[in-house]
Structure formats: C-alpha cells, structure tokens
C-alpha cells in the first residue's frame, strides 16, 4: 500500500469533470488504487476522499463516516451518482484540498446514490446523516467543483489569495 500525494487547490485536476470508469477497468489494478486511496485518506487523517484530489481524474470516492455514526465503515465506491435527494442540512465542511479553510455548506439531508461496489456489482445506499454530507462533497470533487464554489465569490477570492501565500512559503521553505 502506498500513501498518495494530495493535491490542494487551485490544481487544474480539481476542476475537471472526472471520467466514468470502465466496467473493464475493475480491476485487481484499480482495487490497488482503491487501497491506496483509503490508506491515503486515514493518514490525511480525513472522513473522505475523491481521485481527483490524488490527481487521477476517474470517478472514484472513499469515505468512512465511522467517526460519528459507527453504522459504517471504510467504503468505496464507483461511478457514483445521485439518483434522489430531499430536504436541507447546513454543517460546517472543511476538504483535504482546501487546507486551512471550513465553511457552512448547504446540502440536501436525505440522499440515494448509486455505484459500482470494487467487484463491478451495482448497490445502492441510502442515508440522512454524517455520510450524505460527505457522498455529496466527495460527488462534488467527481463533477470539478470544491468548497470554494459553494462560498461567495468574495470568500472564494481572500481565500485563493492566502493560499498563494502560503503555498510559495513551502515552497520557498523546501527550496532553501
Ligand atoms: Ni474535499
């Protein structure tokens, strides 16, 4: 297993639509880098992860919810789609790929998505809690839109301004 490297915004990969994955693609090879990226997402530490934010443009999520409702586990899911929605929630996000930043987000509460499972099996999951939050924001990542769409253009703007900021003091830091 490996831990992958986390791209932050305002990486080009995460305003890509990203790509349906293959039925014959499911693979012992793409089952790796479901691995790879459930690991990744433990280490971060995070609750989910999109492969976007690990630079591979496939729609491909992991989350794992356990932290605040032990009905779940670590899950993985392909080609997710959004087939029913209802209701409103608001709850403060934070992302992998927007460090230092969180924000209220409203969301719908109730969400059905459909997926591939990592065996190519079509399931279903249904939930109104924790994990709808975080299906929706990981579904977000798939279609090339972050937090930051959701903030006002204002927010959106100070906030790229200081991530540049710090970005080039790493980057100075690592260089020197
Ligand atoms: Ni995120």
């Known amino acids: 297993?490996?831990?992958?490297?986390i791209?932050?915004?305002p990486h080009p990969t995460l305003k890509m639509r990203a790509k349906e994955v293959a039925a014959n693609e499911i693979n012992d090879d793409l089952r790796r880098f479901i691995e790879d990226m459930l690991e990744t997402m433990k280490e971060a530490p995070g609750v989910g992860l999109a492969?976007?934010?690990?630079n591979v443009s496939k729609r491909i999520l992991v989350a794992d919810p356990s932290s605040e409702d032990v009905a779940y586990g670590p899950m993985a899911l392909i080609n997710p789609e959004i087939i029913e929605m209802s209701g409103e929630n608001c709850f403060e996000e934070g992302c992998l790929s927007v460090p230092e930043f969180r924000a209220e987000i409203k969301r719908s509460k109730r969400v059905k998505v459909r997926y591939l499972d990592i065996w190519g099996?079509?399931?279903i999951i249904e939930d109104e809690g924790f994990l709808a939050i975080i299906?929706?924001?990981e579904i977000d990542h798939l279609n090339g839109i972050t937090?930051?769409?959701?903030?006002?253009p204002?927010?959106?703007?100070?906030?790229?301004?200081?991530?540049?900021?710090?970005q080039k003091k790493e980057k100075q830091a690592v260089t020197s």
């Open 51 to 54: 492969a976007p934010q690990v």
């Open 121 to 123: 099996k079509e399931q």
């Open 7 to 9: 791209i932050d915004v």
């Open 135 to 137: 299906l929706q924001h």
């Open 154 to 166: 204002m927010k959106r703007m100070m906030y790229l301004k200081k991530i540049k900021k710090i």
């Open 1 to 5: 297993m490996a831990i992958l490297e």
């Open 147 to 152: 937090m930051l769409d959701h903030v006002s």
